[in-house]
Nanobody, 129 residues
Framework: QLTESAGGLAQPGGSLSLSCAAA????????IGWFRQAPGKERERVSC????????YYADSVKGRFTISKDNAKNTAYLQMNNLMREDTAVYYC????????????????????????WGQGTLVTVSS
C-alpha cells in the first residue's frame, strides 16, 4: 500500500515536501515515482527514483526545482518541491514504477519511468498567492 502525506497550500516561490510510505514495496527492490494531475489535464510524470539512489528521473518542467529521494530504512520516498509555480497545482500521486534506461555517454541513465497498478490515493498541492 502506498500512502502519500498531506499536501497543502504554498505561495509561488515557496516550498512543500511530500512523502510516500511504501508498505509492502521495499524500496531496495522497487522503484517509486511521483505523478500529478492538474484540473482538466492528463496525469503526468514528475519524478522517479530507482533502487539505487542515483537513478533518478525528472520531467523537464520540474528539473532543478524538485528533488526526489528515499529512505530505505523507513521505506519512504520523498519529493521536495522548491520554487513552486502556480502550474504545479495538482493532485500528486506516488506509484510503484519501472525505470526505463538508455545508454548515454559511458553508462545507462534513467530516461523514463512507467507506473504499474500500485498507486497512492493522491494528495492535493495548491500553489496560490
Amino acid at each position: 500500500q502506498l500512502t502519500e502525506s498531506a499536501g497543502g497550500l504554498a505561495q509561488p516561490g515557496g516550498s512543500l515536501s511530500l512523502s510516500c510510505a511504501a508498505a509492502g514495496y521495499p524500496l531496495d527492490e522497487y522503484a517509486i515515482g511521483w505523478f500529478r494531475q492538474a484540473p482538466g489535464k492528463e496525469r503526468e510524470r514528475v519524478s522517479c527514483i530507482g533502487t539505487k539512489d542515483a537513478d533518478t528521473y525528472y520531467a523537464d518542467s520540474v528539473k532543478g526545482r524538485f528533488t526526489i529521494s528515499k529512505d530505505n530504512a523507513k521505506n519512504t520516498a520523498y519529493l521536495q518541491m522548491n520554487n513552486l509555480m502556480r502550474e504545479d497545482t495538482a493532485v500528486y500521486y506516488c506509484a510503484a514504477v519501472v525505470i526505463v534506461y538508455a545508454w548515454k555517454d559511458d553508462g545507462y541513465v534513467p530516461v523514463n519511468c512507467s507506473p504499474g497498478d500500485a498507486w497512492g490515493q493522491g494528495t492535493l498541492v495548491t500553489v496560490s498567492s
